[in-house]
């Protein structure tokens, strides 16, 4: 079968992701801005405990924070408990009381997002973001919504909208609008996340770029950052220096791994459409959170492949969906909001992450699980 780019469904939302050779410059500018922030004894540190009396939370955390807001080009950063969720969360309680509204898309809302909405106590206005003039339209009609929420990356397959466009739609309709990114899944694998391109905040998880379990990162406005930080007080909310300074180490290493691992996201999407193997109906990359290749079956055999890879040595379920732990290939089921949107790839869809392994070892592994079934 001859490859035919045309049979990629929904190859507009697939999100730009940086070349191998323009993540090695990410990683080299981000190690730029350490060396502006920390001494050469202080990096070696592996970082202070508790409230220090100078910034009211550790010392080294406090220079890791200084070193991701000047990287992201903000004012200021805030890393937090609770991951890319705890970050949501977080950000939306300082700018918003139970009971006020904010945009959202017209999608099904990833769930540990609608769970924060529903315990905030947030009201929502849904609008198509794919559609930008019912987007233009909606916020300058509207005088109720506090906050323009978006997520970065797709929240179903058809999504298409630009983040940075309709950031500066927004802007440009009604400055004063606080917008929140999601920028979980596309910081350091992107071209930018959402306070780069005019975005007041931007929140993600620093387990999905190699950093430790639960640490949360917000970048933006320091007005809103220095408020949520001063609420979280207690020694016990703050995230300690050596877990600070761990997750800057391993962010290092983040944009070049993640751009080898979106290499091969494409080259296995390109040979499962070349028909390498049998049984397949279509393959096509979507940002089913992180980027991936989407296989849609001939049969409703998906749950019985995903056994049988498990056997062959494919991860059959995420630990954080590319964190530090996720060495083998993942052959596991379609987003929760992928298949909400579309309920015949709960039989039919599998999503396949090459993570640090090269596409001949997903190839193989998938094509071995779909033979031992027939």
């Given amino acids: 079968m001859v490859y035919d780019p045309s049979r990629l469904r929904y190859a507009d939302s697939v999100l730009p992701s940086l070349t191998i050779k323009e993540a090695q410059q990410l990683q080299f500018k981000l190690v730029d801005n350490m060396s502006k922030h920390f001494t050469g004894d202080q990096f070696l540190s592996l970082g202070d ?48 009381n139970a009971g006020d509204s904010m945009f959202i898309h017209t999608a099904p809302v990833y769930t540990t997002t609608k769970d924060t909405i529903r315990m905030l106590g947030i009201k929502t206005k849904a609008v198509d973001f794919n559609d930008l003039q019912s987007v233009e339209e909606a916020v300058r009609d509207d005088e109720e919504c506090k906050i323009f929420y978006i997520q970065h990356a797709r929240q179903q397959p058809t999504d298409t909208y630009n983040l940075k466009v309709i950031i500066e739609m927004v802007k440009r309709v009604k400055p004063d609008l606080p917008i929140v990114v999601d920028d979980n899944y596309c910081a350091m694998k992107a071209y ?62 983040a944009p070049v791994s993640l751009a080898t691992q979106n290499e091969q996201v494409e080259e296995v999407c390109r040979k499962l459409n070349e028909g390498v193997i049998e049984g397949i109906e279509s393959a096509y990359m979507t940002n089913a959170q992180s980027k991936n290749v989407i296989v849609e079956l001939k049969s409703p055999i998906a749950q019985e492949v995903i056994k049988r890879s498990n056997e062959f040595g494919a991860a059959t379920h995420p630990v954080g969906a590319e964190s530090k732990y996720e060495i083998t290939p993942m052959i596991y089921r379609v987003s929760g909001s992928f298949i909400e949107s579309q309920p015949r790839l709960k039989q039919y869809g599998l999503r396949i992450n090459p993570m640090k392994s090269g596409a001949s070892t997903v190839l193989k592994i998938l094509d071995r699980a779909i033979n031992s079934i027939k």
Avoid at 68 to 77: E, R, T, V
Avoid at 80 to 93: D, F, K
Wanted: hydrophobic share 40%; proline share 3%.
């Fill in 49 to 96: 405990l508790g409230v220090s009396p100078r910034y009211k939370k550790p010392e080294q955390t406090e220079r890791v924070e200084r070193v991701l807001a000047d990287f992201f080009g903000s004012q200021k950063a805030a890393l937090v408990r609770g991951a890319g969720t705890g970050a949501i969360r977080i950000i939306l309680s300082t700018l918003l």
């Fill in 192 to 253: 930018g996340i959402g306070v780069e391109y005019g975005a007041d905040y931007s929140t993600f998880s620093g387990f999905k770029i190699l950093g430790p379990e639960g640490i949360g990162v917000i970048i933006g406005k320091e007005k809103h950052i220095n408020l949520l930080q001063e609420r979280n007080y207690s020694g016990g909310g703050q995230v300690q220096g050596y877990e600070a300074m761990e997750l800057l180490r391993m962010m290092t290493f």
